[in-house]
Protein backbone atom coordinates (compact mmCIF):
# COMPACT_ATOMS: atom_id res chain seq x y z
CA UNK A 1 0.00 0.00 0.00
CA UNK A 2 1.48 3.50 -0.97
CA UNK A 3 1.70 6.10 1.70
CA UNK A 4 2.73 9.56 1.41
CA UNK A 5 3.85 11.78 4.04
CA UNK A 6 4.32 15.22 4.40
CA UNK A 7 6.32 17.14 6.73
CA UNK A 8 8.02 20.51 7.29
CA UNK A 9 5.27 23.00 7.36
CA UNK A 10 4.84 25.71 10.24
CA UNK A 11 4.50 29.60 10.82
CA UNK A 12 7.17 31.85 9.14
CA UNK A 13 7.32 35.42 8.52
CA UNK A 14 7.48 36.86 5.36
CA UNK A 15 10.87 36.57 3.24
CA UNK A 16 11.60 33.65 5.11
CA UNK A 17 12.16 29.97 4.35
CA UNK A 18 10.88 26.23 4.71
CA UNK A 19 11.95 23.42 3.65
CA UNK A 20 9.06 20.38 3.46
CA UNK A 21 9.63 16.76 2.70
CA UNK A 22 7.28 14.49 1.37
CA UNK A 23 8.41 10.81 2.43
CA UNK A 24 6.95 8.01 0.52
CA UNK A 25 6.47 4.33 1.68
CA UNK A 26 5.29 1.01 -0.08
CA UNK A 27 6.14 1.87 -3.45
CA UNK A 28 8.80 1.95 -6.06
CA UNK A 29 10.19 5.22 -5.80
CA UNK A 30 11.91 5.65 -8.89
CA UNK A 31 8.43 4.69 -10.89
CA UNK A 32 6.65 7.58 -9.78
CA UNK A 33 6.44 11.32 -10.87
CA UNK A 34 5.74 13.40 -8.05
CA UNK A 35 4.01 16.56 -7.00
CA UNK A 36 2.94 19.24 -4.84
CA UNK A 37 0.04 21.20 -4.99
CA UNK A 38 -1.13 23.71 -2.28
CA UNK A 39 -5.31 24.90 -0.99
CA UNK A 40 -5.81 28.10 0.76
CA UNK A 41 -8.55 28.30 2.39
CA UNK A 42 -12.02 29.14 0.14
CA UNK A 43 -9.97 28.19 -3.00
CA UNK A 44 -9.56 25.08 -4.89
CA UNK A 45 -6.52 23.20 -4.54
CA UNK A 46 -3.76 23.87 -7.17
CA UNK A 47 -0.63 23.22 -9.31
CA UNK A 48 2.77 24.25 -7.21
CA UNK A 49 5.74 22.29 -8.62
CA UNK A 50 6.46 18.63 -10.75
CA UNK A 51 9.55 16.89 -10.88
CA UNK A 52 10.09 13.63 -13.15
CA UNK A 53 10.92 10.08 -11.91
CA UNK A 54 14.67 10.59 -12.51
CA UNK A 55 14.51 14.39 -10.79
CA UNK A 56 16.19 15.48 -14.31
CA UNK A 57 12.62 17.49 -15.25
CA UNK A 58 10.74 20.28 -13.21
CA UNK A 59 7.72 22.33 -13.71
CA UNK A 60 6.34 25.01 -11.52
CA UNK A 61 3.45 27.29 -11.29
CA UNK A 62 4.26 31.00 -12.06
CA UNK A 63 3.27 32.18 -8.77
CA UNK A 64 6.67 30.39 -7.21
CA UNK A 65 8.68 30.18 -10.18
CA UNK A 66 12.38 31.60 -8.79
CA UNK A 67 11.74 31.34 -5.24
CA UNK A 68 10.77 27.22 -4.93
CA UNK A 69 12.53 24.49 -5.87
CA UNK A 70 11.45 20.78 -6.12
CA UNK A 71 14.08 17.76 -5.74
CA UNK A 72 14.17 13.84 -5.17
CA UNK A 73 16.25 12.04 -3.47
CA UNK A 74 15.20 8.37 -5.11
CA UNK A 75 17.66 6.68 -2.25
CA UNK A 76 15.68 7.95 0.42
CA UNK A 77 12.27 7.98 -1.18
CA UNK A 78 12.03 11.49 -0.51
CA UNK A 79 10.52 14.33 -2.36
CA UNK A 80 11.48 18.18 -0.61
CA UNK A 81 10.21 21.42 -1.91
CA UNK A 82 12.58 24.26 -0.58
CA UNK A 83 10.45 27.64 -0.03
CA UNK A 84 12.06 30.52 -0.15
CA UNK A 85 11.08 34.48 -0.29
CA UNK A 86 7.87 33.23 1.08
CA UNK A 87 4.45 35.35 0.90
CA UNK A 88 1.33 35.51 3.04
CA UNK A 89 -0.84 34.60 -0.21
CA UNK A 90 1.78 31.10 -0.19
CA UNK A 91 -0.46 30.35 3.40
CA UNK A 92 -2.08 26.92 2.48
CA UNK A 93 -2.13 23.68 2.94
CA UNK A 94 0.27 22.06 0.91
CA UNK A 95 -0.04 18.42 -0.42
CA UNK A 96 2.23 15.77 -2.26
CA UNK A 97 1.20 13.20 -4.58
CA UNK A 98 2.66 10.54 -6.58
CA UNK A 99 1.38 9.13 -9.71
CA UNK A 100 3.34 5.95 -11.48
CA UNK A 101 4.30 6.30 -14.80
CA UNK A 102 6.59 4.21 -17.67
CA UNK A 103 7.50 7.93 -18.89
CA UNK A 104 10.91 8.90 -17.66
CA UNK A 105 10.29 13.02 -18.71
CA UNK A 106 6.78 13.95 -18.10
CA UNK A 107 5.91 15.87 -14.93
CA UNK A 108 2.23 16.31 -14.70
CA UNK A 109 -0.01 19.36 -13.47
CA UNK A 110 -3.45 18.02 -13.07
CA UNK A 111 -4.37 17.05 -9.69
CA UNK A 112 -6.59 14.05 -11.25
CA UNK A 113 -2.98 13.08 -12.51
CA UNK A 114 -2.10 12.27 -9.87
CA UNK A 115 -3.25 8.47 -7.62
CA UNK A 116 -1.70 8.59 -4.66
CA UNK A 117 -1.91 12.25 -1.64
CA UNK A 118 -0.88 12.99 1.43
CA UNK A 119 -2.80 14.25 4.45
CA UNK A 120 -1.66 17.60 3.72
CA UNK A 121 0.99 19.79 5.90
CA UNK A 122 0.16 23.10 6.79
CA UNK A 123 2.30 26.44 5.87
CA UNK A 124 1.21 29.77 7.57
CA UNK A 125 3.04 32.94 6.25
CA UNK A 126 2.63 36.23 8.74
CA UNK A 127 2.99 39.53 7.36
Known amino acids: QVQVVESGGGLVQAGGSLRLSCAAS????????MGWFRQAPGKPREFVAA????????KYADSVKGRFTISRDNAENTVYLQMNSLKPEDTAVYYC????????????????????WGQGTQVTVSS
Open 97 to 116: AARRTALTYITYRASGDYGD
Open 26 to 33: GLTFSMYA
Open 51 to 58: ITRSGTNT
